[in-house]
């Protein structure tokens, strides 16, 4: 493959330090409660469903139904879910910035609910500084689907070769390789700057 000229970021545990667990230390005093929490009531499976597109007030009264003496807990996951993110990995935030700088083109894909991804450009600016973004919950698609690449490659004009898709997921990373993209995976302890540098990208 040629040196790519375009970067894509996926957000969450990329850019943003996204976690139930910041949430909910805040409301269980137990760690073991916790985690049963998350792997039976506010599951993964149920959480991907809003990144898919389901309605915030549809998902929490399904569970609500199911889990009637846990609603409050339930409803928090909706109503504070900016406690889920942490803050940002200011390292590879710095690095987009840096790349923004150099006039090198950035877009994202992110299994993101679309509402959330509105409050958390609010949150944080730089969100909506790229030259396109495909949110998997207004298109109701999710990686590692290779319709959602090729979504961004078809709506912004981008060749697959030219793109370096940067993501925290190794399935997305592998979905992004067999489009034709060249990916990057954003695994704890990885020097980004270096990965990107390897490409012939200034930073």
Known sequence: MGQPTTVV????????????????????????????????????????EQDRGRDWDEAV?????DHPTHETQIRAFHERWDETVSGI???????LLRLREAGVPNYCITNFSG?????????????????????SGDERLL??????????????????????????SSANVE????????AIHCAD???????LRDYGFPV
């Open 9 to 48: 970021f996926d957000i969450g545990n990329v850019l943003l330090r996204w976690d139930p667990r910041n949430l909910y230390r805040r409301i269980f005093d137990d760690e073991g409660q916790m985690e049963w929490f998350l792997a039976h009531v506010c599951t993964p499976d149920w959480n991907v």
């Open 189 to 195: 302890g990885i020097d980004l700057a270096a990965e």
């Open 175 to 182: 979905a992004a390789r067999v489009i034709g993209m060249q």
């Open 143 to 168: 990686k590692p689907d290779p319709a959602i690449y090729r979504l961004l490659l078809d709506r912004y004009g981008l060749k697959a070769e030219d793109c370096v898709f940067i993501d925290d």
């Open 115 to 135: 509402p959330k991804f509105i409050q958390s450009q609010k949150r944080f600016p730089f969100l909506s500084g790229f030259d396109g973004i495909v949110v």
């Open 89 to 95: 990995f200011e390292e590879h935030v710095d690095l």
């Open 61 to 65: 009264a399904l569970l609500v139904k």
